[in-house]
């Protein structure tokens, strides 16, 4: 498990849209928040075990990954 936070920044969701939004942990609990959401790995792991367990839907957010191609020169 990772120790890092996890940076929840809907603007860069790349599956953004109603459908997607609307069945995703941060936007059911939170709304969406424009500010964004830090969550550490134990917050990252509640999410999970209580999705997993049907009480709330998981984390939809998927971000870039940036590729070495672009940064080759």
């Known amino acids: 498990m990772s120790t890092e936070p996890v940076v929840i920044d809907c603007d ?5 849209s109603p459908s997607a939004c609307g069945d995703c942990v941060v936007t059911v609990l939170l709304g969406a ?16 075990e209580l999705a997993r367990g049907g009480l709330v839907p ?8 940036p590729s070495p ?5």
């Open 58 to 65: 998981p984390l939809r957010l998927v971000t870039p990954v």
């Open 33 to 48: 928040p424009p500010e964004g959401v830090h969550l550490d790995p134990e917050e990252v792991a509640a999410l999970d």
């Open 69 to 73: 191609h672009l940064h080759a020169g």
């Open 12 to 16: 860069s969701c790349l599956v953004r």
